[in-house]
Each structure stands twice: as structure tokens, then as C-alpha cells.
């Protein structure tokens, strides 16, 4: 039984690790929420002001060309939002705040939950984003062969921002392999999840006594 749970908490640890690694560009991403609300604040006042062209130079840049439009500037914030919602996902289910129906979700117990995660993760997360990434791949290269760019003027390099779509199915695919071993383990000893519930409570409490810095430091 002990070496039984020693090879379960093993396969637990493994995919702790792993959602754990699919978290940090959504983690790190969090700053691009600033630049998100910069951009929409400049939007805002540019229109206001009826800026046309924002800025030129002479030699071009990836995304932004040769100038910089509001046209461009209009562009830039929804390729922001993209590169939010996209990293951010992993991160999101690495940190257990994905939507649940909750009233039905707190009437179960801790090993219902990691069932139904686990099977629905085999079902529906790992085949949807896998295919998603399959697909995209052909959409990101299709984008570059063409040198995709604005039809309006605004930004270019178009295939820049959509590399971000396998990328971030890249990253939910580790992050559902991460949970489906975490949650087999679990099912399987349900004496684990307890023990590693208490394990990210104390992991918590640890980092929450830590300056901000170091507890961010301390979390990578």
C-alpha cells in the first residue's frame, strides 16, 4: 500500500509540476493588463483630440511597420487582449478559478470533484484544445506565408499576434495533462488530495508572510 501511494503521490507531484510550469507566461502575462489600459486610455484621448497618425520612422519594426496609427493604436488593444486571454487560461485552471456551477460543485466532495475534472479534461479539454493547436498551426503559417497586415493601415505582421493562439492551447494542454494526473492520483488515494490541499494552504500562508517580491520570487 505505501509503495502504492508513494508511485500515486509521485504521478500527483508530476502533474502538480506541470500546471505549475503552464502557469508562468499567464502569471508573467498579468503586466500586460497595464499595457492593456495605457493603450485604451491613449485610444481614448486620441480620439477625443482626433489624432490621425500617431508617429513614423525609417526603418520597420515587427508589428508596428514604419508608423504608428490610431487605426494601429485601435489594433494594438485587441492584440493585447488576445495575448491576456490566451496565456492567462493555464493560469487560470492552475489556480482552480475557472467557472464552476457552484451550487452543485460545493455539494460534492473533494473526490467527486476531482472525478468530474478529471473526466471532463479527458473528454472535452485535452481533444478540443488539442485539435485547436492541430488546426492552428496551418492558420498561423498561412498568416506568415502572406505577410498578413492590417486592410486599414494599422498594424502589421499580423501572424505575430496569432502565434499566440497555439501557444496558448499549447500551454492548456500541459495544463489538462498536469490535472489528469494530479486528479488520478486523487481518485485513486483520496488521502492525497487532502494532503495536498494542505500542502498549497501552507505553501500559501508561507508566501502571503513573505515581502511582495520575495513571496513572487519564491512562487517562480
Known amino acids: 500500500m505505501m509503495r502504492e501511494h508513494s508511485g500515486l503521490r509521485a504521478m500527483a507531484n508530476l502533474g502538480v509540476a506541470l500546471m505549475k510550469l503552464s502557469a508562468v507566461p499567464g502569471r508573467m502575462g498579468a503586466w500586460i493588463i497595464f499595457a492593456l489600459v495605457l493603450v485604451v486610455l491613449f485610444a481614448v484621448v486620441g480620439a477625443q483630440m482626433s489624432w490621425s497618425q500617431v508617429a513614423s520612422w ?10 504608428l496609427s490610431m487605426t494601429g493604436v485601435g489594433e494594438l488593444q485587441w492584440h493585447l487582449f488576445a495575448l491576456v486571454v490566451m496565456l492567462s487560461g493555464a493560469y487560470t485552471m492552475q489556480q482552480d478559478q475557472h467557472i464552476r456551477v457552484d ?80 486528479n488520478a492520483a486523487f481518485v485513486l488515494a483520496p488521502a492525497l488530495q487532502q494532503e495536498f490541499l494542505q500542502r498549497a494552504m501552507h505553501d500559501k500562508a508561507a508566501a502571503d508572510s513573505l515581502p511582495a517580491g520575495a513571496a513572487e520570487k519564491e512562487s517562480v
Not at 525609417?58 to 508608423?67: E, M, N, R, S
Request: glycine share 10%; aromatic share 10%; with cysteine.
Open 58 to 67: 525609417d526603418t520597420a519594426i515587427p508589428l508596428f511597420g514604419k508608423h
Open 103 to 182: 451550487v452543485v460543485s460545493a455539494a460534492l466532495s473533494m473526490r467527486a470533484r476531482a472525478g468530474i475534472d478529471l473526466v471532463g479534461d479527458l473528454l472535452l479539454l485535452l481533444p478540443f484544445f488539442g485539435l485547436l493547436f492541430w488546426f492552428s498551426l496551418d492558420f498561423v503559417a498561412m498568416s506568415h506565408r502572406f505577410a498578413e497586415q492590417s486592410n486599414s493601415g494599422g498594424l502589421v505582421d499580423r501572424y505575430l499576434v496569432k502565434s499566440v493562439l497555439p501557444l496558448g492551447c499549447a500551454l492548456l494542454v500541459v495544463c489538462g495533462v498536469g490535472r489528469v494526473l494530479r
